[in-house]
């Protein structure tokens, strides 16, 4: 588990699920029946010896991305993280079907995630596994 949060750790890699199954609780990067998705973005720190700010490779990387989606708001009027998902889509080398059906999986996997909040019982179930599949070709798309 440890390995595996470790190796996911930057948010532009992959998308982190928190899965329960049989009482069990795991995290992948596999979506599942269920899963509820876990933020992890790399901390930031202070160093303990020198008092100074300890930074990663991985946060200096999304702070530059940060600075440079500011200065570039007026021409492409992205948020930091749109720019990054763009950023990894074309390094992902999907083709132009592929990034609209990216986006298209971006809209409707909201939408579930925002249904399965308010579902209950049999809802619950369908809403469920229709994220799943969801999250399963955006995950074989490489969005």
Avoid at 8 to 37: H, T, W
Avoid at 97 to 112: F, I, Q
Avoid at 113 to 140: I, P, T
Wanted: with cysteine; glycine share 4%.
């Amino acid at each position: 588990m440890v390995i595996a949060l470790t190796l996911l750790s930057s948010a532009a890699v992959a998308q982190v699920y928190r899965c329960e199954m049989n009482g069990k609780i795991s995290y992948s990067d596999e979506p599942c029946m269920g899963a509820k998705r876990v933020d992890v973005r790399p901390t930031r720190g202070l160093d303990k010896l020198s008092g100074k700010s300890s930074k990663g490779a991985e946060v200096r990387a999304e702070e530059w991305n940060k600075q440079a989606a500011d200065i570039f708001r007026p021409v492409f009027r992205e948020t930091p993280d749109q720019r990054a998902t763009r950023h990894r889509r074309y390094r992902n080398n999907l083709t132009p079907e592929e990034m609209a059906e990216c986006y298209s999986l971006d809209a409707r996997m909201g939408r579930a995630e925002e249904q399965e909040r308010a579902a209950k019982g049999v809802d619950l179930k369908q809403v469920q596994q229709q994220l799943l599949l969801q999250r399963q070709r955006h995950k074989k798309l490489k969005c």
